[in-house]
Structure formats: structure tokens, C-alpha cells
């Protein structure tokens, strides 16, 4: 037991028109639980991959993956995690209420438990006032929320992020981000986090890992030696520089 | 929930529209009347060719119960038509969109014979289900619809968005509750832009199935009747009427598109973002 995620010689073969191609290669990692880890690297180096590999979305080609103590497709079905995307994906027939009393309602919770719930939920991001909002009304920021709140509804020990914060603008992006951290220490969920962005990357986690692509694989993985709770202080202090810099040269592949 | 809906999102739109947006399309058709009774009388023309306004407005009044009546029989036979072609169109939809094997065996066919005049077949239903009965129009108007509304659907249960049918997948959801939540939402868009497209042609293709003979009570065979005794303002009424049913059968479908829908961007009524 022990790590909430352990992949083992991982692999995934995307079999194409134009024959076979090799998405990920040999993938070692393991994820303890309350970490913050973000998975960078080139497009193509296969992370969105890893990410649903990790969430049973894709199964790997060969390998041993185990999330949770379980097999990825247990874990999925036990609602281990929950799962937010670069585009918000709330659906436009529900408001912001429904929307994040989705999960909940195909756990079959009462209708009561489930409104509560959810109403906590948009508390905790901020969108108390915005429960019966219709989706195209929020802003991509408050939709990114509402996103969040769904993915937390059901309480999942762990939390998988596709570049969520990718389609938003500088200001919000990074007050999404402090958003985001707060929520992370409040709950005691481990964070699974693909980004394009070295300063995202860094300023979030606590262990940012590299990878490469053709094939896509880990290239390095480094802890990221910054004090919590950060803040707007944290992205002047030197060793923010410092390991921003690493992260670079990782990619670079040195 | 739709009223709920409503009131969080209230009309911001309509609120100033209303009678002031109309006005232009009043003053347009007040118009094109006049310039159509003053280019009649001006210029001579014969009523066969072109009757004027006032003359096909003399008959809508005087043949009134006449006219209506052959027009409610007509809209028996285009909605009978419209239902059954749309609820085959809408459950073959499913199947088709369920089974990708089906969908290459089918679409192609479909497609093609959704490009064939349909209305041709009419002496064939009519041959099929007896002269008199309204069920040949019916069937005529069914096969119209069908194709349309079952392409359209098929591709509205298919367009789900790919993050939204995994989020959906990855919260372990089965099937049915896919269907229900997502894809179906998703096809209402394309079900109703099917809709505006068949309530026209059901109306196409009971007239013109009409014109095949039958009963004589009806729009189609009250059109030719008058028209072969040169009474061409009778026959413009009739078209009148025609376009009345038509003009009320597309607004309940507007209707219905605001009440089923009204978190789609053609007919949300506010937009903060």
C-alpha cells in the first residue's frame, strides 16, 4: 500500500491508421499520498496520456499500474478520483448546482445530502453566490471553479488535472492557482497536474516531473524545496528562480 | 426547472424588442400589399396570372368555412405524417447511433435516399393504402420526415463532446445514464433544426400528394379544382391558408425549442459572459 499511485514499466502503443505509435515508454512513478505532483513536458511526450492511463480512461499496453491499492479500473469505478480538464466541461443543461451534483447523483445520494453538498462545494470555491447560474453566464475563471467543485464532490483521495488552468488568462490563471493550493492543503487530496507551464509547474507542486517525447517518458523528476502555504512572495523567492531553471534545463534535456 | 430558469436568467432582450422590432417587418409587408394591388390594377394584369390582394382577400372571407376546412383536413394529414416520421426517425436514430455497424451499413443509404424527390412515390402509397384513405398522404409525409430527422438525430447522439463522455466514463456511469445525461441534451440542438426543416415539407407533401386526386375536401384538391374553373383568387386563398398552417406549425416548434432548451445559444435570453 503506501503510494496512492505506482506505474511499473508502463507502456502505451496508440495503434493508427498510419501503424503504431509509441505514446509512453517504460514509465516508472510513484505518487504518495498528499503530494502535489505536476507532469511536464513537450506536446506529444504523452502526459495527458499518463494522466488517463491513471484514471482508467486509456488502459496501458504493458506494465503494471496499481492506483489506490487497486487495479485503475476498481479504482474508478470505487470513485477514487476526480478529474478536471482544460476546457471547464460543464454541461449546459444544468446550472452550477447541477453540474456539481453530478457525481453525486450517479452515486445515487439523496437529493437533500447531494443539494447540501454541493452547496458546500461552491462555498469552498468561492461561488456561493453563483448556485443557479447557468454555465455560459460565469466567466472561464468561475467555470474552471465549478469544474473543481465537481471533481471534490465525492470526497476522491486523489485529484487528476489535464492543464486546467491552460485557456485562462495570466491574472486569473494565477489566482486559480493560489485558489487551488488552498483547496489542496484544506482537503488532504494528492494532486495530479499536466501543464505546459514551468512557473505553473513549480510555484504548485511539491515534485515536478519531466518528461520527453518520441517516445514519451519520465526524464527526471525533481522535489520542489519551497515552503507552504505559498504565496505571491513564494514567486520572488530565489529558489522559485532556481528551480524554474532546473525544471528549463530538465526539458532541454540538459 | 424551466421557470426556475427563467427567473435567474431573466429577458433582457425581448424586454426592449417586442412591438418595436416587428415594426420593420410590418411596414415591409404593408408595403409589398400595396405595390402588389397597385402593379395588378396599373398594369392590367390577368387574374390567372397574378390576382390582386383584395380580390384573393374577398374570397378567404366569402369561401372561408370551405378553405378552412379543406385546410384542417390537410393538417390531419401532415401532422399524422409528421408524427410517425419523426418518432421512426428519432427511435431508428438511436440504433443507428448505437451500433457503429449499423451506421455504415444504413447512413449512406439513408443519405441517398433522403436526396430522392419522395413526393414521386405518392400514387405508389396512394395504390398501397386506397385513394380515399388520408393514410397514403400520411405515408408520403412519414417517409418525407423520416430521413431528415433520423440523420440529424443520429448525428446530434453522436456530436457528445469527447471531455464530456469521459468525465462521464470516469465517474463509472453506465450506458443509459450517458445516453440520458449527455448525448441526449446534446442531440436537441440538431432534433429541432431537423424539426424546422420537415414542418414545411409535411405540408409540401400532403398538398402535393393531393394533387394525385382523393377526397375533394382538401387544400390540394380545392386548389386544382379551382384553378382548372380560372376562380385563380380562390386558389390564392387557399395558399393563404396553406401558409397560415405552416406559419403556426413553425412557431410551436420555436416554441417548443425555448421550452426544451433554453440553454442553448440560439435561444438563451441572457449572456453575462
Redesign the interface.
Known amino acids: 500500500m503506501g503510494e496512492i499511485v505506482a506505474a511499473r514499466r508502463v507502456s502505451k502503443v496508440f495503434k493508427t491508421g498510419k501503424g503504431a505509435v509509441e505514446a509512453l515508454r517504460d514509465i516508472d512513478l510513484t505518487i504518495d499520498p498528499g503530494e502535489f505532483v505536476s507532469l511536464i513536458g513537450p506536446s506529444g511526450c504523452g502526459k495527458s496520456t499518463l494522466l488517463?492511463l491513471v484514471?482508467d480512461?486509456l488502459t496501458p499496453t504493458a506494465g503494471e499500474l496499481v492506483v489506490n491499492g487497486k487495479t485503475p479500473a476498481q479504482s474508478?469505478?470505487d470513485?477514487d478520483?476526480?478529474?478536471a480538464?482544460q476546457?471547464a466541461?460543464l454541461?449546459?443543461?444544468r446550472?452550477a448546482i447541477e453540474n456539481v451534483e453530478?457525481?453525486l447523483e450517479?452515486?445515487n445520494v439523496g437529493r437533500d445530502q447531494r443539494r447540501a453538498r454541493a452547496t458546500e462545494m461552491l462555498e469552498m470555491v468561492e461561488l456561493g453566490e453563483f448556485v443557479?447560474?447557468?454555465?455560459?453566464?460565469?466567466?472561464g475563471g468561475m467555470q474552471q471553479r465549478v469544474a473543481i467543485a465537481r471533481a471534490l464532490a465525492l470526497r476522491p483521495p486523489l485529484l487528476l488535472m489535464d492543464e486546467p488552468f491552460g485557456a485562462l488568462d495570466e491574472m486569473t490563471r494565477e489566482s486559480m492557482q493560489q485558489e487551488l493550493l488552498r483547496i489542496w492543503r484544506e482537503t488532504d487530496t494528492t494532486i495530479i497536474f499536466v501543464t505546459h507551464s514551468i512557473p505553473e509547474a513549480v510555484f504548485l507542486s511539491t515534485r515536478v516531473v519531466v518528461m520527453a517525447s518520441r517516445p514519451g517518458r519520465i526524464v527526471d523528476s525533481m522535489p520542489v524545496d519551497l515552503s507552504h502555504p505559498r504565496g505571491v512572495d513564494t514567486r520572488e523567492d530565489e529558489r522559485f528562480y532556481t528551480t524554474l531553471t532546473e525544471v528549463r534545463e530538465a526539458l532541454r534535456g540538459r | 426547472m424551466v421557470g426556475e430558469r427563467m427567473t435567474a436568467s431573466p429577458d433582457h432582450r425581448a424586454g426592449t424588442a417586442g412591438v418595436g422590432r416587428l415594426a420593420p417587418a410590418a411596414v415591409a409587408l404593408i408595403a409589398l400589399v400595396g405595390l402588389w394591388e397597385a402593379a395588378v390594377r396599373l398594369l392590367q394584369i390577368e387574374a390567372f396570372l397574378l390576382p390582386a390582394p383584395s380580390a384573393v382577400f374577398t374570397e378567404f372571407v366569402a369561401d372561408a368555412s370551405v378553405i378552412w376546412s379543406a385546410g384542417f383536413k390537410t393538417l390531419i394529414e401532415a401532422v399524422g405524417g409528421l408524427v410517425a416520421g419523426t418518432i421512426g426517425g428519432i427511435l431508428v436514430a438511436f440504433v443507428v447511433a448505437r451500433w457503429e455497424a449499423v451506421r455504415l451499413g444504413a447512413m449512406p443509404f439513408a443519405a441517398a435516399v433522403n436526396a430522392m424527390p419522395i413526393v414521386a412515390v405518392a400514387p405508389i402509397t396512394i395504390a398501397l393504402f386506397g385513394l380515399t384513405n388520408p393514410v397514403s398522404r400520411m405515408a408520403v409525409v412519414a417517409l418525407m420526415v423520416f430521413f431528415p430527422v433520423m440523420i440529424n438525430t443520429t448525428r446530434g447522439l453522436l456530436s457528445a463532446d469527447a471531455n464530456e463522455l469521459e468525465l462521464m466514463r470516469s465517474y463509472g456511469a453506465s450506458g443509459w445514464s450517458i445516453l440520458r445525461r449527455v448525448r441526449i441534451p446534446s442531440a436537441h440542438p440538431y432534433f429541432f433544426s431537423a424539426l424546422k426543416i420537415v414542418v414545411p415539407l409535411s405540408l409540401i407533401g400532403a398538398i402535393v400528394s393531393e394533387y394525385f386526386g382523393g377526397p375533394q375536401d382538401v387544400l390540394g384538391q380545392y386548389i386544382t379544382n379551382r384553378a382548372q374553373l380560372f376562380q385563380f383568387p380562390d386558389a390564392w386563398a387557399a395558399m393563404l391558408v396553406a401558409a397560415i398552417l405552416g406559419i403556426g406549425m413553425y412557431s410551436l416548434v420555436l416554441l417548443a425549442e425555448r421550452l426544451v432548451m433554453p440553454w442553448h445559444v440560439s435561444v438563451r435570453t441572457s449572456d453575462q459572459r
Do not use: V
Not at chain 1, 443557479?132 to 466567466?139: D, T, V
Open positions: 488517463r484514471g480512461l474508478r469505478l470513485h478520483y476526480g478529474i480538464f476546457k466541461t454541461l449546459d443543461w446550472t453530478l457525481p450517479l452515486m443557479n447560474a447557468n454555465p455560459w453566464q460565469l466567466s
